[in-house]
């Protein structure tokens, strides 16, 4: 019975299957324009892929903190990529959806619990919060894969703008994350490495990080900057900025923005 117990904390839960498969099929239908609604079926096989993008980052935290020596991370069903496991669902998965959809901008996920006092050596703390976005930066890569290896212009366009948007999505969140910001990755990375008396003026400003981060993105001149960024490691992978642009366009297929990036559908 325990053996069977340690099994189902690891198995990969039918919530996760369920999701990859949503994926798969509405991937399917914006490859071979199947679905009567080109824009309905990108903005489900986007939000579906960054879903399973979510779960991924979240896993890669748990898995490497596994490894490390924290084995709670099993008890609590994190190894299972069942996104209802998470410790706070809203923050992993919930307004990371939100803002996609309201804002076009790849929220970083939030949160698996970690018995950080199971974890011994400083770099293992920072491995295991560098996992996670590093996580979004594989993803980018695949979605990309098709722009940079060349033979882009065989995959059908609707495909092709799903496919920039959701690099975008992958290439500002691994961005945000990897901010040296209390509560994101990034601080958790060089956290390890910092004195107790920093670490201890610091930890206040955990909750509200990314706060003021998205506070600072409402300032025009650091919102061009950071999309001048996500666009210029785009360029460099392949992708255009008019193509995220238009995967974003049909992602918000409710919102007729008029017909700038139809034309190339017809």
Same mark, same amino acid.
Do not use: K, M
């Given at each position: 019975m325990a053996q069977q117990a340690r099994r189902g904390e690891r198995q990969i839960s039918s919530v996760f299957v369920g999701i990859v498969v949503i994926m798969?099929?509405?991937?399917?239908?914006?490859?071979?324009?199947?679905?009567?609604?080109?824009?309905?079926?990108?903005?489900?096989?986007?939000?579906?892929?960054?879903?399973?993008?979510?779960?991924?980052?979240?896993?890669a935290h748990a898995r490497t903190a596994l490894h490390?020596? *924290?084995?709670?991370?099993?008890?609590?069903?994190? @190894?299972?990529? !069942?996104?209802l496991k998470?410790?706070?669902? /809203?923050?992993? +998965?919930i307004l990371p959806v939100l803002f996609v959809i309201l804002g076009g901008l790849g929220l970083p996920g939030g949160a698996v619990y970690i018995e950080r006092g199971a974890i011994r050596r400083r770099w293992q703390h920072s491995l295991i919060s560098a996992a996670g976005p590093l996580t979004n930066v594989l993803f980018a890569l695949v979605c990309t894969a098709p722009f940079w290896l060349g033979g882009i212009e065989d995959v059908p366009v609707p495909f092709r703008f799903a496919l920039?948007?959701?690099?975008?999505?992958?290439v500002s969140a691994a961005i945000l994350n990897f901010l040296p910001?209390?509560?994101? *990755?990034?601080?958790?990375?060089?956290?390890?490495? @910092?004195?107790? !008396?920093?670490?201890?003026?610091?930890?206040? /400003?955990?909750? +509200?990080?990314?706060?003021l981060v998205f506070g600072l993105l409402w300032i025009p001149a650091v919102n061009q900057a950071f999309f001048g960024l996500v666009h210029a490691i785009l360029g460099g992978l392949g992708v255009s900025e008019l193509e995220s642009y238009c995967g974003r366009e049909l992602y918000t297929f409710w919102q007729d923005s008029g017909g700038f990036c139809a034309a190339p559908l017809d």
């Open positions: 798969a099929v509405t991937g399917w239908a914006v490859w071979t324009s199947y679905a009567t609604s080109t824009g309905l079926a990108v903005f489900l096989f986007v939000t579906a892929a960054w879903v399973v993008s979510l779960c991924l980052h979240e896993y490390s020596g *924290d084995l709670s991370v099993a008890d609590r069903g994190y @190894l299972t990529l !069942n996104p998470y410790t706070h669902a /809203l923050l992993s +998965i920039g948007f959701l690099a975008l999505l992958q910001v209390p509560g994101l *990755d990034g601080y958790g990375v060089i956290e390890p490495w @910092l004195s107790y !008396n920093v670490r201890r003026e610091v930890a206040p /400003l955990a909750p +509200i990080g990314l706060l």
